[in-house]
């Protein structure tokens, strides 16, 4: 059994544990794109909600910007070097009544797509042969460039609703190459802790207001 990658969380504030390998393996129903031990963080609110829900949460999608956790800063959850970074994919509308429906039916089109249309903007961070890649993020938020050292902490971007997402939140994976066609899924922890479905995990206040620097 592979030691699992053990990073600190790459956030502030309360999130939502969903599809965490502590659950099940694969945490995502697929091993395609070493997602075998991938993990998402959905934000909520100090009252454990992403966004007020009524009925027309339930007939229409509804834009990025109503979730409490749109834009939140993300944070890089290790020492490294940024190896990928994509950006300019759109943030689209949310889908969590009946409009997810017709989301789903069009999955097939995402994955055909390929990576960046499953993961949307991301960033890549390589420490030691292991990378961690950060999906989801907003567009035009990522702060770091390729090749940058990174430091524990330091800002990557924000969350944001771009690739294959039905709400704002944080997709997480760890691998062994920055080719996803050709890596290996690694297992992950946080503190030595791997969270469990329908956790909320609330991480202490670290600065998280500098992008990261060039060294």
Same mark, same amino acid.
């Given at each position: ?5 053990? $990073? ?5 504030? !309360? ?59 993300? $944070? ?23 409009? %997810? ?6 999955? !097939? ?8 249309? $499953? ?19 907003? !567009? ?21 609703? %771009? ?24 297992? $992950? ?8 479905? !329908? ?17």
């Amino acid at each position: 059994m592979t030691t699992p990658v053990n $990073l600190e969380y790459p956030f502030t504030q !309360r999130w939502l544990a969903q599809n965490s390998p502590a659950n099940r393996v694969p945490s995502h129903g697929t091993t395609v794109f070493a997602t075998t031990y991938a993990i998402d963080f959905v934000p909520v609110s100090d009252t454990g909600r992403t966004a007020l829900f009524g009925l027309g949460s339930l007939l229409r999608a509804e834009p990025p910007d109503r979730f409490t956790g749109f834009r939140r800063p993300i $944070l890089s959850p290790l020492d490294g070097v940024v190896v990928a970074v994509h950006d300019g994919e759109p943030d689209h509308h949310a889908y969590r009544g009946f409009s %997810s429906l017709g989301y789903a039916l069009t999955q !097939r089109q995402r994955v055909a797509g390929g990576w960046a249309g $499953l993961a949307g903007n991301h960033v890549f961070i390589e420490q030691g042969g292991v990378i961690v890649a950060l999906c989801h993020l907003a !567009r035009g938020s990522i702060a770091v460039r390729l090749g940058q050292d990174i430091r524990t902490g330091d800002m990557l971007g924000e969350c944001g609703n %771009s690739g294959n997402s039905t709400e704002p939140h944080l997709h997480l994976q760890a691998i062994t190459d920055a080719r996803i066609d050709r890596a290996r899924a690694l297992p $992950l922890t946080f503190g030595g802790e791997l969270p469990r479905n !329908r956790d909320i995990v609330d991480p202490p206040r670290r600065r998280h207001d500098r992008p990261g620097r060039p060294r």
